[in-house]
């Protein structure tokens, strides 16, 4: 799904991410499709990502959809209500469940983090069109 240990990177580099989850202690649970990830949170960093094990694990979050859903959510430019979490959530098949304390109070984070995943999938393109377009 996703180049994740190029999202830790980015996410503890962004000013953005790290502002907005300063306080922010928390253990996400991604899904996509059958393939599960932990995104660990400390003290507004994320600690390390891992891949899901239910038998050790809680989450706070847990954010889930299949891979066709999450496709239309990172996609360079996302069609209308897949261009937030929150959106994906209510009008197409996300779901979004957890402790309404680490949504609310981060979802300025989450939001982020978000928009860090869409850049870290189409990296890639973003460099291909660029080159394309004669601009690097």
């Not at 991410?17 to 300063?22: D, E, Q, T, V």
């Not at 507004?44 to 050790?56: E, L, M, R, S």
Request: hydrophobic letters at 45%; charged letters at 20%.
């Amino acid at each position: 799904m996703l180049d994740w240990k190029a999202l830790e990177t980015r996410a503890n580099a962004d000013g953005e991410f790290r502002l907005h989850a300063r306080f922010w202690n928390a253990r996400l649970r991604v899904g996509c499709g059958h393939d599960t990830t932990c995104v660990e949170i400390r003290h507004g960093a994320i600690h390390g990502i891992t891949p899901w094990d239910a038998a050790v694990f809680g989450a706070d979050l847990d954010i889930r959809a299949d891979a066709a859903e999450w496709d239309a959510l990172l996609a360079p430019v996302p069609k209308p209500f897949y261009h937030d979490l929150w959106a994906a959530n209510a009008h197409h098949a996300f779901s979004l469940r957890g402790d309404t304390h680490h949504l609310c109070a981060y979802y300025p984070a989450l939001r982020r983090l978000v928009e860090l995943m869409r850049g870290v999938r189409n990296a890639g393109t973003a460099q291909a069109t660029e080159a394309h377009h004669g601009q690097v």
